[in-house]
């Protein structure tokens, strides 16, 4: 009789289980490259790690092959060998890309090629390169899969073929992905738990910003997120990402409210704005953008239950300013500020942040990182907090007036009064 699936039964080999005190001496750091562009440093935990596979997700046009050419001209110019496979692009279209980005007269290498086994037979020529990119994992296929370019099979078959390649020579491998629509072809997420680390490359197309946000990585956090703006030139830094989200700010109407936010490491200041308005519709229309609409509905009903704010008969508008979504609990008192002060007509005060997690009950819970979230704001120039009850490291900042909130109907009474 044959093993499971009919084959000839394996011998089991007897393992060697070691103690963990038993492995002494230092950990090794995973050995990284640095791009030198410091929110993409910061994205990926300090560099690409080698040997490693990371996948760089995102719309279409966002700015993938732009960001990865400039990392790749900025680690040339320090006498890394880079080689970047194109699958969408000519050889003539990523160099005129190139030039635009100034880094047409670097030593990156290029090679516009679909086919798994071509693209080994280059890279194997290449002399082991530092960091390859792969542009993109969608335009890959392989002869030894036997399903159309673009399905799932071709994509997870071909990626597999790469991260073997980085785990056999010590390459970088970088695996752009488009995010397709649904059913369309295969998009980066049939391969996310193959890779190392998953980075997604965010923005809103009215806007210059992007955002290089961690999902997954197993050498550094998650949760990070590297700032950019888009110019002619290509991706620029944005070392601090609060001015930027601030800047179009109209502090005087009612209905926005400052959400003092976190974003991994980095504290993050934005606006979030509200409009409630009774409505002629039958049933009162919810829209949200930036923000999770389920836990819209959850402030929604918290109000209604608890603070006798009634919203039955009023449509309820919520956006995050400059297109920046916002995944924090955090934001709940920052979101039910700005849904009170547009139903009363009373704009919220200039100089004030908000932030603080609220639970069925209608409690304000704290959250972690005050100090970081209040130090963010003073250096803004807000100089007023709303913040929960019981917050844990409330640093004692020159004439700030942090207030603690025990539960929304206390907020409701702040604001309309
Ligand atoms: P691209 O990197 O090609 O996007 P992706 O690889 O994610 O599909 O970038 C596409 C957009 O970026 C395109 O609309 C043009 C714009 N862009 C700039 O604004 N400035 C630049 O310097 C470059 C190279 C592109
Ligand atoms: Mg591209």
Not at 8 to 15: D, F, L, V
Not at 121 to 149: C, F, H, M, N, Y
């Amino acid at each position: 009789m044959g093993g499971i699936g009919g084959g000839p039964a394996r011998t089991p080999r007897k393992g060697k289980p070691v103690t963990l005190t038993s492995l002494s001496g230092e950990i090794e750091e995973a050995p990284r490259i640095h791009t030198g562009i410091s929110e993409l440093d910061r994205a990926t935990g300090g560099g690409f790690v080698r040997g490693s596979a990371v996948l760089v997700g995102g719309d279409p046009g966002i700015g993938k092959s732009t960001l990865l050419m400039q990392a790749a001209a900025a680690l040339a110019r320090h006498g890394h060998k880079i080689v970047y496979v194109s699958g969408e692009e000519a050889v003539a279209q990523v160099r005129l890309r190139a030039q635009r980005l100034q880094a047409a007269d670097t030593d990156v290498m290029l090679a516009a090629e679909t086919n798994v086994e071509d693209i080994l037979a280059t890279l194997a020529e290449g002399k082991r390169p530092d960091l390859v990119i792969i542009d993109s994992i969608q335009t890959l296929w392989s002869e030894l899969a036997e399903s159309a370019p673009g399905t799932v099979t071709q994509v997870r078959t071909g990626v597999q073929a790469m991260i073997r390649f980085a785990k056999q020579t010590g390459s970088a491998m970088v695996l752009v992905g488009h995010v397709t629509k649904d059913g369309q072809i295969a998009g980066p997420r049939v391969v996310e738990h193959m890779v190392d680390a998953v980075l997604y490359f965010e923005g809103d197309r009215g806007h210059h910003y992007r955002i290089l946000r961690t999902v997954k990585n197993r050498f550094g956090p998650t949760d990070e997120i590297g700032v950019f703006e888009m110019s002619d030139k290509g991706l620029r830094d944005v070392p601090n990402p609060s001015e930027l989200f601030l800047g179009e700010r109209n502090s005087k109407s009612p209905g926005a409210a400052v959400f003092a936010g976190m974003e991994g490491t980095r504290p993050v200041l934005v606006e979030v704005q509200a409009l409630v308005a009774a409505t002629s519709l039958g049933t009162p229309r919810r829209a949200v953008v930036g923000w999770d609409s389920a836990r819209l509905s959850m402030i929604l009903a918290v109000l209604e239950a608890h603070c006798g704010v009634r919203l039955g008969q009023h449509d309820v508008y919520l956006n995050v300013a400059g297109g920046y979504r916002i995944s924090e609990p955090a934001a709940d008192l920052a979101v039910a500020s700005a849904l009170v002060s547009s139903l009363a007509g009373l704009a919220l005060p200039a100089d004030c942040v908000y932030f603080g997690e609220v639970s069925l009950s209608g409690a304000v819970r704290p959250v972690a990182h005050t100090g970081q979230r209040l130090k963010e704001a003073e250096k803004l120039g807000f100089s007023a907090a709303l913040l929960p009850a019981a917050s844990a490291d409330l640093p004692k900042v020159n004439g700030g007036r942090w207030s603690e909130i025990e539960s929304l109907p206390d907020l409701v009474a702040r604001i309309a009064g």
